[in-house]
């Protein structure tokens, strides 16, 4: 089982449309939490950490449960250029510092 | 704002033959990440530095090695190549080893032929 798992889509949504991403994690050691975006053949870049408190950055919405050890990804009012792979990411628990990376949700917004 | 730089950007190499692959990190950043990804695979992470020091390692095979620099510019070097080495390697930096967010390079792609 992978430590950290998400649905691997795809997800095709019309723009404008609102698509949530789960992912869950089992180590409950970790500490750290992330949501990247990859887009084809380049590297993960960072949409957003994610606190248990919640947060929110424009059009992009994350929730932290520690208790479920579940994270979630909102995004409103999808755009074509939101078409990308979702990376759900952990850091801690036996090593500090390095990222687990889950297999990644593709989306796909579509006219 | 400055980001991570990785050459080179692409590398074909032979089965059997050696690479380094270079990562500059974003300027004040004391600590690299080194990952892998395979083909439809998410990244791996390899091994990582803080303050030239190794902090941590993954699952980077022994024919691997690495290290930080005085200017905390990392290499990866690797040794008798094999087909399955074929993969993307990102480089990642963060300022300390404290979970924080790490910031990606655009990648290395080694191709063994």
């Known amino acids: 089982r992978k430590e950290v798992e998400q649905d691997p889509g795809p997800f095709n949504v019309p723009e404008g449309a609102t698509v949530a991403f789960n992912c869950t994690y089992s180590?409950?050691?970790?500490?750290?939490f992330f949501w990247y975006r990859q887009d084809c053949r380049k590297e993960p870049k960072l949409l957003m950490s994610v606190y248990s408190s919640g947060n929110e950055d424009g059009r992009f919405t994350a929730q932290l449960n520690r208790a479920s050890q579940y994270i979630s990804l909102l995004i409103r009012d999808s755009k074509l250029s939101d078409s990308a792979t979702y990376l759900c990411?952990?850091?801690?628990?036996?090593?500090?510092?390095?990222?687990?990376f889950g297999q990644g949700t593709i989306l796909t917004v579509h006219p | 704002a400055a980001g991570v730089i990785q050459s080179p950007r692409h590398l074909i190499k032979e089965k059997r033959e050696t690479a380094t692959l270079k990562c500059y990190p974003i300027p004040r950043h004391d600590t690299v990440y080194w990952y892998q990804q395979g083909p439809g695979q998410d990244p791996q992470f390899l091994i990582s530095f803080y303050e030239k020091m190794q902090s941590d390692k993954g699952s980077i095979p022994d024919r691997f090695s690495a290290q930080q620099f005085s200017d905390y510019h990392s290499e990866l070097n690797m040794s008798s190549l094999e087909l399955g080495d074929s993969a993307l390697y990102f480089c990642?930096?963060?300022?300390?080893?404290?979970?924080?967010?790490?910031?990606f390079g655009p990648g290395t792609r080694l191709t063994v032929t």
């Open positions: 990642a930096s963060s300022l300390g080893t404290g979970g924080g967010e790490q910031y």
């Open positions: 990411v952990v850091s801690g628990g036996t090593s500090y510092g390095k990222l687990t």
């Open positions: 180590n409950s050691a970790s500490q750290s």
